[in-house]
């Protein structure tokens, strides 16, 4: 991961900013420039909530090689309070008993290593509340 | 269509791990094949559909390599990439070419030299056909990605995981009747859930296979078909194109492949046609759960009820809406460019009626659907026998 690659989405992976679309208030994450409800291109700059709803799951079992040292792992898309939705690894539960509609935590953890001399990648994911 | 358009001539490669191979070699196999049954004695122009030939084989430009070693001097050709839709793209701008009356006689193909790397570098380049700051990011694969569409759809419909399996079951029985097959083995629903889970609920057998292979077809208007009269003839009626979110998880429905949904309206109201009209069907059936998705986008079946579509024999070559008796992209292998085009070969090969055992019966209007990522392009072409 080439380091200005990883240094622009800090805002993403860290901190959850999201865009709020002055126009039609449908919010965009990552942010856009483009509002794709209604094309405004004003948008305010929020947080995201750190909790929301898990719509969707799998386990991966064959995983690429940046993550097969991890394998298995959950991985599930959550819907966020403010409706928007992430795909994240799903961590520190049972793997075999996850359900849709469970409440997860969003945290801030390391997603994988590039290497002993690389960029340690970190972003987020849930965690069942 | 504002103007009709021909296929006269079909070509498919060897598929398979082909070690022998280059490339080059696989895509001038199946352009000579369709060359040689068109009985054409030149093309205008050429497009290629090839997904990532850079991961793959640290090859770009395309377009000047296979017009060179398919010796067709200094015409025009293009390389397209709309990721695992890249064929069906190439056909799109084939036929386009011919209608904006540039072109003549027109190849489209499709190639997708996969075994060059090693199956975590066949994983990798595939992933790079999701978002991949904010999918591949976080580790999800492609049968991930796939999975989790799985997962909801039977969370909401009750689909289940041996409703998944029959439409394998279904697919390698086609598969076991085409000769060009990567694995023409017939499966039992008992083999493919006791098959590697790869993602849950997605097992191995679940997913297509990596493949080496390329497809040609030749294309030219109605008109010059008229006079060329090999091949009965079969006539491109209708085409549709749409995208939809790249990332999966920005889908209100994520069982919902709108892109599919779009094209396929655009292709039937262009052709005139609606979808009880279709008599067969070849689909893009990179995981079992998709051709589920797709047959529900489509409109073949009501939104939820695709489930049981493998087995209740429907989409059998013998049931009432034949689905992918080429085996599909699940037994006859899929290189990802090349799919979209062969997909285009098998529905010519039965409107010709020379489907042998898979053959299917009065078979005068076939559909071809043809995905890249996780929904986020389709292609949908109609064919109708003249």
Request: glycine share 10%; aromatic share 6%.
């Amino acid at each position: 991961m080439a380091i200005p690659e990883y240094w622009r989405e800090i805002k993403h992976r860290y901190k959850l900013e999201a865009g709020k679309c002055k126009s039609c208030g449908y919010i965009v994450f990552p942010m856009r420039l483009i509002c794709p409800k209604c094309q405004n291109q004003d948008f305010d700059s929020i947080n995201l909530s750190r909790e929301g709803t898990l719509i969707t799951y799998s386990v991966i079992r064959v995983a690429s090689s940046r993550f097969v040292n991890q394998a298995p792992f959950a991985v599930g898309i959550v819907e966020l309070k403010e409706g928007v939705r992430i795909l994240s690894q799903i961590t520190d539960c049972n793997i075999n008993e996850l359900k849709s509609g469970m409440k997860m935590q969003v945290e801030f953890r390391r997603i994988f290593d590039d290497g002993s001399s690389g960029v340690i990648n970190y972003g987020y994911k849930c965690v069942p509340m | 269509m504002q103007q009709d358009i021909a296929v006269i001539g079909i070509g498919l490669s060897r598929w398979g791990e082909l070690w022998e191979q280059s490339l080059r070699d696989i895509f001038v196999e199946s352009a000579l094949h369709a060359i040689k049954d068109s009985g054409v004695d030149h093309i205008d122009s050429m497009y290629v559909g090839s997904m990532s030939p850079g991961l793959f084989n640290n090859q770009e430009h395309l377009a000047a390599l296979l017009a060179d070693y398919l010796g067709v001097g200094s015409i025009p050709s293009t390389r397209v990439e709309s990721a695992c839709a890249s064929g069906g793209l190439a056909m799109k701008m084939a036929c386009l070419d011919i209608m904006s009356g540039t072109s003549e006689i027109v190849l489209a193909g499709g190639v997708e030299k996969m075994t060059d790397v090693d199956t975590d570098g066949a994983t990798l380049a595939l992933a790079s056909a999701a978002d991949y700051a904010y999918e591949v990011y976080q580790g999800v694969t492609f049968p991930g990605l796939y999975a989790m569409i799985a997962r909801m759809h039977m969370d909401k419909y009750g689909t289940t995981e041996q409703q998944l399996a029959e439409v394998a079951v279904k697919n390698h029985l086609h598969g076991s009747m085409n000769s060009m097959a990567q694995f023409p083995q017939k499966i039992n629903v008992d083999a493919v859930l006791n098959s590697v889970v790869i993602a849950d609920p997605l097992h191995i057998l679940d997913c297509s296979p990596i493949t080496d292979g390329a497809a040609a077809v030749i294309l030219c208007s109605a008109e010059k078909a008229r006079q060329l009269k090999l091949h009965p003839q079969i006539r491109i009626s209708g085409l549709g194109h749409a995208t939809d979110t790249m990332a999966l998880h920005s889908r209100e429905d994520i069982t919902a492949l709108s892109a599919v949904e779009k094209a396929g309206i655009t292709a039937l109201k262009m052709s005139g046609k609606k979808i009880d009209d279709i008599d067969l069907f070849e689909v893009h059936d990179c995981f079992t759960i998709a051709e589920i998705c797709i047959l529900e986008a489509l409109g073949l079946f009501p939104k939820g009820k695709g489930g049981n579509a493998a087995a209740s024999g429907k989409t059998r070559f013998d049931g009432p809406m034949p689905v992918n008796t080429s085996g599909g992209l699940k037994a006859k292998g899929h290189p990802v460019g090349a799919t979209g085009i062969a997909q285009i070969v098998e529905i010519v090969t039965q409107l010709r009626e020379q489907a042998g055992e898979r053959q299917v019966k009065n078979a005068r209007v076939g559909l071809t659907q043809n995905m890249g990522g996780s929904g986020g392009s389709c292609l949908v072409h109609i064919l109708e026998a003249v």
